[in-house]
């Protein structure tokens, strides 16, 4: 697996080619736009999850206390 791994990565060095790419600032708006959904996403759904957490906890917590 390591030796594949190794081959490919050699592989991919020595056959370099130049990209013809360029990112205008309206690819950077909708990176920072993605970002920030995803951070609003998660945020949601730790709301949404956030007391079946918290009971969980404090259950395991009770019952180890008796």
Avoid: C, H
């Amino acid at each position: 697996m390591l030796r594949s791994v190794a081959v490919v990565v050699v592989a991919l060095v020595a056959f370099e080619m130049p990209a013809a790419a360029y990112l205008d600032p309206g690819t950077g708006s909708l990176l920072l736009q993605a970002l920030l959904g995803g951070v609003a996403a998660v945020g949601v759904i730790a709301k949404l999850y956030w007391r079946r957490v918290t009971a969980a906890i404090n259950g395991r917590l009770q019952r180890a206390k008796r």
